[in-house]
């Protein structure tokens, strides 16, 4: 039964540049949920996708959005990178909107120069 | 901002050694959970303990939360190496279908 799983798990982009970092859920999960975890810090909450529509959203510019599929899988997009976008971007996925039941994937590591 | 603050930020410990971790948190919670990192990567689900329960344990875990109080503590008796990681707790706010996580105790086991 495969986790969650995020891609890529690294990546270098240059200040001003746009990503784009995915997430298929967790087999039976349909809720997926955004974190960026500076170094040293914990998980910031971005936003959370549930049928294919954002249904919370952290403190986060317009800059940070998303985008759910039919198949429950997730994308992040950062437009306009600034260098304190540099962190560690993790995707939890769980099941009905719940806040718990969380399964983590492994993150992808944005670095900004 | 954070909802949660752990106490301490650092804790380091020999092995064989119980380690205590400390939470609290500003406004009123449906649940509390605890979270491990290793090495940065992602978080793995402890233990989960409910806003109307005060203990519960699991294997070498055990949980407190006092909502008076607004605050939680994680205890890990008999560590091992493999405990070093850093620890997160997570509070599901009431009303606000979200988990807010704090900045996290860094656990140290030396052997």
């Known amino acids: 039964d495969a986790g969650v799983t995020q891609s890529p798990t690294h990546l270098i982009k240059t200040r001003g540049q746009q990503v784009t970092l995915r997430c298929s859920p967790k087999s039976g999960h349909d809720t997926v949920s955004w974190y960026q975890q500076a170094l040293g810090q914990g998980p910031q909450f971005i936003f959370q996708y549930y049928e294919e529509e954002e249904r919370q959203r952290g403190n986060f510019p317009d800059r940070f959005s998303g985008h759910q599929f039919p198949n429950y899988s997730s994308e992040l997009n950062v437009n306009a990178l600034l260098l304190g976008d540099s962190a560690l971007y993790l995707c939890?996925?769980?099941?009905?909107?719940?806040?718990?039941?969380?399964?983590f994937g492994s993150g992808t590591r944005l670095t900004v120069v | 901002s954070q909802q949660g603050e752990e106490d301490p930020q650092a804790l380091s410990i020999q092995e064989g050694e119980n380690a205590t971790m400390n939470c609290s948190y500003k406004?009123?919670?449906?649940?509390l959970q605890w979270y491990r990192q290793n090495s940065g990567r992602g978080l793995v689900h402890l233990i989960l303990?409910?806003?109307?329960?005060r203990e519960k344990h699991s294997g070498r875990l055990r949980v407190t939360l006092d909502t008076s109080k607004k605050s939680s503590s994680l205890l890990i008796t008999a560590s091992r190496a493999a405990d070093t990681a850093s620890y997160f707790c997570?509070?599901?706010?009431?009303?606000?279908?979200?988990?807010?996580f704090g900045q996290g105790t860094r656990l140290t086991i030396n052997p």
């Open positions: 939890a996925s769980s099941f009905g909107y719940r806040t718990y039941g969380y399964t």
């Open positions: 406004t009123s919670i449906n649940n």
């Open positions: 997570a509070t599901d706010l009431e009303g606000a279908q979200k988990l807010v």
């Open positions: 303990i409910r806003s109307n329960e």
